[in-house]
């Protein structure tokens, strides 16, 4: 999200968008727990317990009973949760990637293999496919016409608008 912004406003310094990332992020369910991650710290979403919780000692034990009860839920769910996406893995672990297919003339992105600041795009391009091999290809650079070769688990198809 960071990096995104930093892109398309590079005269804007990254602190200011920090908070709202933070919050988006907080606030995101995580697809494996299902929770987002301010729930499995305080056991609500984010915001403030009601304010007449307050006013009397019974409503505040309670509410600390509901939110303790809450958040052992929250967690033995995210166990299986966490342990169902462990033996997806597992399974998926053995099996290929499936590598993308790539033909003589086609636009591609390239993974840098070193960034040395982290609001750097990850990946250089477009590059021009000239000779496709088995798990390789070789690109042109259209800015500079320099050919160098590319491991395609190092490319990203580039589709233009």
């Known amino acids: 999200m960071i ?20 919050q988006c992020y907080n606030s995101t369910r995580n697809k494996t727990t299902g929770f987002t991650p301010y729930e499995l710290v ?31 839920y929250y967690y033995k769910i995210t166990r299986v949760r966490t342990d169902e ?6 399974i998926r672990f ?7 297919s790539y033909e003589i003339g086609d636009k591609v992105f390239v993974k840098q293999s070193q960034i040395s600041n982290k609001l750097q795009n990850k990946f250089d391009g477009p590059f021009e496919i000239t000779q ?27 589709f233009e608008t």
Request: charged share 30%; net charge positive.
């Open 94 to 100: 053995g099996v290929s990637p499936n590598l993308q």
């Open 42 to 72: 305080f056991g609500h979403t984010s915001g403030r317990p009601p304010e007449h919780v307050y006013l009397e000692k019974e409503l505040m034990s309670k509410y600390v009973r509901d939110i303790r009860n809450k958040l052992e």
């Open 132 to 158: 496709v091999f088995e798990n390789s290809a070789l690109l042109k650079n259209p800015e500079t016409n320099r050919i160098s070769k590319g491991n395609f688990d190092r490319l990203k198809p580039c």
């Open 85 to 90: 996406q462990k033996q997806k893995a597992k």
């Open 3 to 22: 990096r995104s912004h930093v892109s398309e406003n590079p005269d804007e310094h990254p602190f200011n968008i920090l908070p709202y990332a933070v």
